[in-house]
């Protein structure tokens, strides 16, 4: 029997290479409309799109998802598969599939409902998350529980190496809860214990805070390493941060402390933070050590801001 798939990003897109190398009959991929990307601005077809394309499965990219609900229907898919689409299905389309429709989403359920899970999990300093199936409904990842896997988060993690591992373990775990419902081997459980929620990320979130303790802005860093990335301001130039690590010490909040190992050392609310790669506006990125190569900072005169 058919599967609809429905997703949008690259965190999509393993789940929907391991149904096509299963051998899943996918008749059809939904996902959001294409949009511009990039520093040209040009229109590129959506992660899951591209490989939905490449193996010539049908793709549909509606605005408002009330009109496709007659394709869907004359599908009479067995199951809808939902990974990070991007909007939340109406009660119309989750009555289409004969057996229910599954999300994979990436945090441990209820804990993390919502759009950014990964990213508040690292915002966080948690020290573990994973992956839930669960049946859809009509709530925000209300949904009864199928299956869970847990993997732990190392200090070094960051939204993109985090996000990898967990894009290949919900695919994995798809194929498992496919095969479980099939052979009557997985019972749906309702979500149990107290809900937390991932709200979408704002652009303004990456702002520095040097006020703040140094581990919460280096969670700060690899929470948004993705998007919209931690910035801060050295004079007038704007400055991302893409790896830093707090370590131990005391100085003056936003004080450029000290200059080591190529690496910038700022003062904190509590602790330090090493900054190890950057970028100025309109340049590379570069490491820390790059980036100093012919200017001037001098430790104890210069302010991040």
């Given amino acids: 029997m058919a599967i609809v798939f429905f997703g949008t990003p690259d965190f999509a897109v393993p789940t929907l290479r391991s149904l096509i190398d299963s051998g899943e009959d996918t008749a059809l991929v ?12 040009q229109i590129s077809p959506t992660p899951v799109k591209a490989l939905a394309l490449t193996n010539r499965i049908p793709v549909l990219q509606p605005h408002k998802l009330h009109e496709i609900r007659e394709t869907l229907a004359k599908i009479e898919p067995e199951f809808l598969v939902v990974v990070a689409y991007g909007k939340i299905l109406p009660k119309d ?19 993390y409902r919502g759009a950014a899970p990964i990213q508040w999990a690292l915002l966080n300093g948690d020290s573990t998350t994973g992956v839930t199936t669960m049946l859809m409904d009509e709530g925000l990842d209300t949904g009864d529980i199928l299956l869970k896997a847990e993997v732990p988060i190392a200090i070094e993690d960051n939204a993109l190496s985090l996000s990898e591992r967990l894009s290949m373990l919900g695919s994995r775990l798809l194929l ?48 948004l390493y993705l998007w919209p990335q931690a910035y801060c301001y050295l004079g007038n130039e704007r400055l991302k941060v893409f790896k830093a690590q707090a370590i131990e010490g005391t100085g003056v909040a936003g004080r450029i402390e000290a ?8 003062g904190c609310a509590n602790g330090l933070l090493k900054i190890e790669e950057l970028q100025a506006e309109g340049k590379r990125r570069l490491a820390t050590r790059d980036f100093l190569s012919g200017r001037r900072l001098r430790p104890k005169d210069g302010y991040l801001s």
Avoid: F, M
């Avoid at 959001?32 to 990039?38: E, I, S, T, V």
């Avoid at 009555?95 to 359920?109: D, F, M, Q, T, Y």
């Avoid at 581990?215 to 690899?222: C, F």
């Fill in 30 to 41: 939904v996902s959001q409309p294409d949009r511009p990307k990039g520093r040209g601005r």
């Fill in 93 to 111: 389309i989750l009555e289409i599939p004969k057996r229910g429709a599954i999300n994979v989403h990436a945090s441990l359920l209820p804990r």
């Fill in 176 to 223: 498992e809860t496919l095969q479980g419902l099939r052979k009557g081997l997985i019972t749906p459980v309702p979500q149990s214990g107290e809900p937390c929620y991932a709200p979408p990320i704002r652009p303004e979130q990456g702002r520095i805070d040097w006020q703040r303790p140094a581990r919460e802005i280096a969670n700060l860093v690899r929470g």
């Fill in 259 to 266: 200059i080591e190992g190529g690496n910038i050392i700022v």
